[in-house]
């Protein structure tokens, strides 16, 4: 697995059972076909896909970045930088957790300032501010990565929730 995978399984997850196409994948996230290819094969092996490719095995994908993602891709936190808002820092734990203190993907556009947070891929910023919903999954996943207990709590209901597994 590689980070890409999951930015890929985040991106398939904001569908929400949409068809969607290779094509697609890669347009949206700013990769070529042949990356979306390859990541998809992995994530089929890893069992986090169908056999055919196609669905997300939703409690796999939940366990993965509940319990893998902080030690597979972790990530701490860096320099003061301008960027886009993650983990507890960008919706929707915004509406749960006020805090002083900001996580951020460095991106030259942004308008928040916070510690740096290294995205999964580097074309996540862009990829997140044409997507809502992937947006919200990414940094949901962030805060598996970079977040207290709380936070990953909030995430994991949060998560739950728009993988349709209840609570």
Do not use: C
Not at 11 to 18: D, E, N
Not at 38 to 57: D, E, F, M, V
Not at 126 to 131: C, G, T, W
Request: charged fraction near 25%; charge should be positive.
């Amino acid at each position: 697995m590689t980070p890409l995978d999951l930015v890929i399984l985040l991106k398939i997850a904001s569908y929400k059972g949409k068809p969607w196409f290779q094509q697609d994948l890669a347009n949206d996230l700013g990769i070529s076909q042949s990356e979306v290819s390859k990541s998809l094969n992995r994530s089929k092996y890893a069992g986090l896909l169908t056999p055919n490719g196609k669905n997300i095995l939703k409690m796999a994908l939940l366990e993965f970045l509940q319990y893998a993602l902080p030690y597979v891709f972790p990530v701490k936190p860096g320099a003061v930088v301008r960027g886009l808002p993650t983990s507890h820092s960008a919706k929707p734990l915004t509406d749960h957790i006020k805090s002083s203190e900001a996580y951020v993907w460095p991106y030259g556009k942004g308008t928040v300032r916070g510690h740096s947070i290294v995205p999964l891929y580097p074309s996540v910023p862009e990829a997140a501010l044409k997507d809502e919903k992937l947006y919200e999954l990414l940094a949901l996943a962030d805060a598996f990565r970079v977040g207290r207990a709380r936070e990953k709590d909030l995430a994991l209901k949060a998560l739950k929730k728009h993988l349709e597994l209840g609570e």
